[in-house]
């Protein structure tokens, strides 16, 4: 396999007195590789793997073979269902025993969790990229754990040929979590993991527009309107809408934020992500029917809003509609932190698409970033005062 490496033995956390089995394997393996024996696994490994694959397609705790590998124990108290840890661990060692099964070395890898794995997927080109997206998309949109085994057990021979591990204890905490309030964070670990350029992230404070410009360009910069799969793209960033950053699996492809690879990891929510998500749900909505990029270096929030209160003057409403959008864009002025500047623009959208006005996302992402950021206390202050003379100049200029 590709990713072995020399990995310490598995120590169970408090509260377990085994290590997981497919830990236990990894373990038997490697004991044999530094004792000097051929590395293979022992016959009570042997022996157990085959029980976990008749567990395949079964329901937890039907499968009398599979009961020595629990690790998870139960308690007979007379429930009617079985614990969520133990079916998550079921089916963890069901899809450890088909991605172990005819693999010459341990597949557990710890640290490789599922969005790592896909990617290392996709660089092997085993499969095509848009192949990988949509076996990791699907997956991830999963309505229950049920229907994420089904397609995992459909991923994991894949991640078998192309000789890529997965941190199996990682993804039982994860089917563990998968129906309460943490599944955003695996959806967003996933994500991030999957879109890792592996370049490294900016200093603390750091802007994206102060690195040496080797990353990829922000997708509203390199958006085609005429490309075959434009309002395809636009459809999936504006189904984000309203959403938590990061855990929308259709925009995963489009995000190209940086960030340190053990923030991707824990799927960290952090300030660049969020900006990143809402400017290209907003940018989404801006683009659709428009045959150009509505994407217009310069063009700032206020000088767009400005150039919509010049057009509204030379209506039958006039000073009226000028003086309630000049309204409107003072409460986007006074926003109380990122949130309710989103708001805001969002409401401005539409008019904006109608009026085929474009905006600087850039511009705008950066606002979004910073607009209540305590590390730069006197951003907001910056922004408001030159947003509010970009409103007043675009207003009074000359047609």
Not at 53 to 70: D, K, L, Y
Request: hydrophobic share 35%.
């Amino acid at each position: 396999m590709t990713t072995t490496s020399s990995a310490s033995g598995s120590t169970p956390p408090a509260g377990r007195s085994r290590p997981f089995f497919w830990e236990e394997a990894a373990d038997d393996w490697r004991s044999a590789y530094e004792e000097g024996r051929r590395p293979e696994f022992s016959e009570y490994v042997a022996r157990s793997l085959r029980a976990l694959r008749e567990g395949v397609g079964r329901e937890a705790g039907t499968v009398p073979a599979m009961r020595s590998v629990h690790r998870v124990s139960l308690r007979d108290d007379g429930a009617d269902r079985l614990p969520d840890r133990y079916v998550a661990e079921h089916c963890t060692l069901t899809l450890f025993g088909l991605h172990q099964h005819t693999a010459s070395e341990p597949v557990h890898r710890p640290g490789v969790g599922l969005g790592t794995a896909c990617l290392l997927l996709r660089r092997s080109e085993a499969l095509t990229e848009a192949a990988v997206e949509r076996r990791l998309i699907a997956a991830a949109t999963a309505q229950d754990l049920h229907e994420l085994v089904q397609h995992l057990q459909r991923l994991v021979p894949l991640l078998q040929q192309a000789g890529v591990g997965l941190d199996y204890t990682r993804l039982f905490r994860e089917m563990t979590a998968w129906h309460g309030p943490d599944r955003d964070r695996v959806l967003r670990a996933w994500g991030l993991q999957y879109t890792d350029p592996g370049t490294p992230a900016p200093a603390e404070g750091q802007a994206d527009e102060e690195t040496d410009g080797h990353e990829r360009a922000p997708y509203w910069v390199t958006f085609e309107p005429g490309s075959p799969d434009a309002g395809a793209e636009l459809a999936a960033l504006r189904s984000g809408t309203g959403r938590e950053p990061g855990t929308v699996a259709s925009m995963w492809p489009f995000h190209r934020t940086r960030m340190a690879s053990e923030w991707r990891n824990k799927g960290s929510l952090t300030r660049d992500l969020a900006a990143e998500h809402t400017a290209l749900t907003l940018f989404a909505r801006h683009q659709q029917t428009h045959d150009r990029r509505m994407h217009v270096t310069g063009n700032s929030p206020a000088t767009a809003v400005g150039l919509l209160a010049r057009k509204a003057a030379t209506d039958s409403e006039g000073k009226a509609a000028t003086a309630a959008l000049e309204r409107r864009f003072g409460h986007l002025l006074t926003s109380a932190d990122a949130d309710e500047l989103a708001m805001h623009l969002r409401s401005f959208t539409p008019l904006l698409n109608r009026a085929g006005v474009g905006l600087d996302y850039d511009l705008l992402r950066t606002a979004l970033r910073t607009w209540d950021d305590p590390r730069r206390p006197h951003a907001v202050d910056r922004f408001r005062q030159r947003w509010d003379r970009d409103f007043h100049t675009t207003v009074t200029a000359s047609s």
